[in-house]
């Protein structure tokens, strides 16, 4: 069974660019959330796709954006990126027909580190 | 809004202490509860859960408890070992497991 896996693991910007990270979701999983983590803080909810629909989107503004792709594999975009997106980007599969699935877990894959200068 | 708060780190321990690890919570209705655990260089993991009052998670050793009465799930284990060394994340979702609230995470030293 293949995991999360994410890329870039890490990149680094500067202000004003755009960037693209990617994931795919672990077998079997059609949900894939994904949360950034500032340093020393826990993950924040950015969004979730379901079927290559949002499902869902946390208090990020609409630089943020997301794709999901029929084999559930997804993108997170973020453009014109500020200095304070520099963060861990994680990426989340599950399976079933909400977030969490049948079991309420998530399958973290290791993240994408983004630096921006 | 929902929310959870835990104990702040480092928390540094000798092996075969026992370990409690705060969390509380806020939120509406009736959240599911959870632990997540950080190993270096690893992914996050989830070690237990919880989803109604009263359930206890339980897994490696390790167990929480919900209690909605004090609005808590706090992680305990009897003994640790030095490979329990890692961060412990307290996380929070409502029943369509749509958005989960994480704490800020705890870090936790074993030292042999």
């Known amino acids: 069974e293949t995991g999360v896996t994410q890329s870039p693991t890490h990149l680094i910007k500067t202000r004003g660019q755009q960037v693209t990270l990617r994931c795919s979701s672990q077998?079997?999983?059609?949900?894939v959330s994904w949360y950034q983590q500032a340093l020393g803080q826990g993950p924040q909810f950015i969004f979730q796709?379901?079927?290559?629909?949002?499902?869902g989107r946390g208090n990020f503004p609409p630089r943020f954006s997301g794709l999901q792709f029929p084999n559930y594999s997804s993108e997170l975009n973020v453009n014109a990126l500020e200095l304070d997106d520099s963060a861990l980007y994680l990426c989340?599969?599950?399976?079933?027909?909400?977030?969490?699935?049948?079991?309420?877990?998530?399958?973290f894959g290791e993240g994408s580190r983004l630096t921006v200068l | 809004g929902d929310s959870v708060t835990q104990m702040e780190g480092p928390v540094t321990l000798s092996e075969e202490a026992f370990l409690t690890i705060n969390c509380t919570y806020t939120?509406?209705?009736?959240?599911?509860l959870f632990w997540y655990v950080q190993y270096p260089g690893e992914g996050l993991q989830l070690l237990l859960k919880?989803?109604?009052?009263?359930d206890k998670g339980s897994n490696k050793g390790f167990e929480a408890t919900y209690r909605k009465e004090t609005t808590s799930f706090h992680l305990e284990k009897g003994s640790v070992q030095v490979s329990d060394s890692a961060v412990y994340f307290c996380?929070?979702?409502?029943?369509?497991?749509?958005?989960?609230?994480f704490g800020s995470g705890t870090k936790l030293n074993v030292k042999p």
């Open positions: 939120a509406t209705g009736y959240p599911s």
């Open positions: 989340a599969s599950s399976k079933g027909t909400s977030g969490g699935g049948d079991t309420g877990e998530l399958f």
């Open positions: 919880a989803t109604k009052a009263d």
């Open positions: 996380a929070l979702t409502q029943y369509n497991f749509n958005k989960f609230y």
């Open positions: 077998s079997g999983h059609n949900t």
């Open positions: 796709y379901y079927r290559e629909e949002e499902n």
